[in-house]
């Protein structure tokens, strides 16, 4: 359940943002949506921090700030 309000809630984000003109509007919301929680719960799992030298923040700021780079309006 609460991934499906994240999941709503991001899709509808992007949608305001392609909306308003900041995000391109050729790229599927949904696909976007799915590439940037795929990434996160990759990133997530306990084997991956373990080895990692970037706290989970940082992850999650790094693959938000790859994602939104990639569909912002130009």
């Known amino acids: ?5 994240i999941v709503e809630q991001l899709a509808l984000l992007f949608q305001e943002g392609i909306q308003s003109g ?4 050729d790229i599927e919301t949904g ?4 590439v940037f929680l795929a990434a ?3 990133l997530a799992k306990p084997d991956y921090l373990v080895q990692s030298p970037y706290a989970y923040e940082t992850l999650v700021q790094q693959v938000f700030t790859l994602l939104i780079e ?3 309006s130009k």
């Open 1 to 5: 359940m609460r991934k499906k309000v």
């Open 70 to 72: 990639g569909v912002h």
């Open 31 to 34: 696909f976007v949506v799915s």
């Open 22 to 25: 900041y995000f391109r509007s």
């Open 40 to 42: 996160i719960e990759t």
